[in-house]
Each structure stands twice: as C-alpha cells, then as structure tokens.
Nanobody
Framework: QVQLVESGGGSVQAGESLRLSCVDSGASSSLCMAWVRQAPGKERERVATIDKDGSTTYGDSVKGRFTISEDNRKNTLYLQMDSLKPEDTAMYYC???????WGGGAYCPSRQPHEYTYWGQGTQVTVSS
C-alpha cells in the first residue's frame, strides 16, 4: 500500500532555502513521483517530476531554483528549494502514480496534478519578503 509522508516545510525569508522530503512507507520504488503545490485561491500546480530513468521536469516558475531527486534505497523523494520567493508560498504535496508500459519499457507519462492517484498529506511552505 502506498503511503506518502512529507516533511521539511516551514517559514523562511525570501532568498533562503528549504528541502522537502517524502517517504514512501509502502516502499513502492516503481512509482512515478512528483511534487505539486497549491496556494490559497489558486489551482494546483505541478512543480517537478522525476521519471524512472532519472530525467526531471520543472514548472517554469521554479526552473533553476528547485531540484527534484530521489533515493530509492531510502524510498525517499526530495525537493531542494533555493532562492525562495514569496510566490512560492503554498502547500506542497508529494504525489505518485503507476508508470505505463512494462519492464524496461515502463515510463512516466506527463500528468496533470489531478491525475495522480496517490497523495501525501502536504507540508506548508511560507516565504516572507
């Protein structure tokens, strides 16, 4: 059973850094993982994704500042957030879904936030100016 638990959120000043972690207690290392955020009054936004081959994608608003990575030995997904801005203030969610295809051909398709099956409880990030 997939259980995603985020940690690492908090309140920081603009320009500072935070690192979010997401532990998959179900140890489902075969899943496609991503980070999604939602600010008050705004739609959910896909922040970063990581594919089975380690390739990554980023939303335009975080490119060059955020880095997604994973440690499969620890079943943990990370989001390193540098040069934080007030507009990064949001609830950040670790999300996951099953890859498409089989075996060595499995891949992670591009998904909209609402298309992910598994969600963590979220961790709040607040950036003040």
């Amino acid at each position: 059973q997939v259980q995603l638990v985020e940690s690492g959120g908090g309140s920081v000043q603009a320009g500072e850094s935070l690192r979010l972690s997401c532990v998959d207690s179900g140890a489902s290392s075969s899943l496609c993982m991503a980070w999604v955020r939602q600010a008050p009054g705004k739609e959910r936004e896909r922040v970063a994704t990581i594919d089975k081959d380690g390739s990554t994608t980023y939303g335009d608003s975080v490119k060059g500042r955020f880095t997604i990575s994973e440690d499969n030995r620890k079943n943990t997904l990370y989001l390193q957030m540098d040069s934080l801005k007030p507009e990064d203030t949001a609830m950040y969610y670790c999300v996951a879904d099953h890859p498409l295809g089989w075996g060595g051909g499995a891949y992670c398709p591009s998904r909209q936030p609402h298309e992910y099956t598994y969600w963590g409880q979220g961790t709040q990030v607040t950036v003040s100016s």
